[in-house]
Each structure stands twice: as structure tokens, then as C-alpha cells.
């Protein structure tokens, strides 16, 4: 096999990888966007920012049931199919990753976003 075939052989397998990688890429891309979009295409997989209405029935065992609204103010009915996160009692916001089905959120991820715990010190006694 002459030197040219070798380096045309080469550059097709890396073009190859690359047009793999440039696709496994792009398949896993998940977009933020709010219900009423996540609602209107309900086999794709959105991440959605909101709250976690405390105040409206929520259940927990083997799976986390709670309502939430998003950036746009609606509230929908999310369903997580494992336990209550231990730190979303203190989250400031939530974001959830899944599917709509029936007007239902179905989240395969929770993300929550805590207060910090540390805060900037206020530098207005300090003399230099």
C-alpha cells in the first residue's frame, strides 16, 4: 500500500470520528425552554428553571410528586421518579430535566440552586 492511499485511508477515518463525535454531540444537547414550549413538543427533552411551590400539595416516598412555576408564571405538575431531594427545602430555584406527557413534567433530573452560605463582608468599618 503506497503512502498516498495511507494518508487518504487516515483522513477518512478521522472525518469519520469527527462527523460521529460532531452528532453524539448535538443528540445530547438538551434546551432550557418553559411548559408551554416543553408542551407543544412533548417527545423532546427540555430543562426548565422554576420554583417549587411549597404551599401546593406535594407527596414523597419512591417517587417526589410537587408543583412547580416557571419563568413565565405556569405551574405544572411534575412528577420525579426518585425520593425528595434533601436540599430543596432550601432552594432559591429549581430545574428540572424530562419530558411532557399528558400535561405532566416527567423530570429525570433535579437540579437546585441553594442560597450561598457565605456572603460578602461588608467593608464600610474597615479603615486602610
Known amino acids: ?3 498516498k ?3 487518504i485511508i487516515g483522513i ?3 472525518a469519520v470520528f469527527t462527523v460521529i463525535g460532531f452528532i ?7 434546551d432550557y425552554a418553559d411548559f408551554n414550549t416543553a408542551k407543544s413538543k412533548p417527545g423532546k427533552e427540555f430543562q426548565i428553571k422554576g420554583e417549587w411551590l411549597k404551599d401546593m400539595e406535594s407527596k414523597s416516598g419512591t417517587e417526589f410528586e410537587f408543583y412547580m412555576k416557571d419563568v413565565n408564571n405556569i405551574v405544572m405538575k ?3 421518579n426518585k425520593p425528595k431531594p ?3 427545602e432550601h432552594a432559591e430555584s429549581v430545574v428540572v430535566r424530562g419530558k411532557v406527557r399528558n400535561d405532566i413534567f416527567f423530570a429525570s433530573h433535579i437540579l437546585t440552586k441553594c442560597p450561598s452560605k457565605y456572603t460578602g ?3 464600610s468599618n474597615i479603615s486602610y
Do not use: P, T
Open 78 to 80: 411534575v412528577i420525579y
Open 86 to 88: 434533601d436540599n430543596i
Open 1 to 3: 500500500m503506497s503512502k
Open 24 to 30: 453524539s454531540l448535538m443528540g445530547s444537547k438538551i
Open 121 to 123: 463582608q461588608d467593608d
Open 5 to 7: 492511499m495511507k494518508l
Open 12 to 14: 477518512g477515518i478521522i
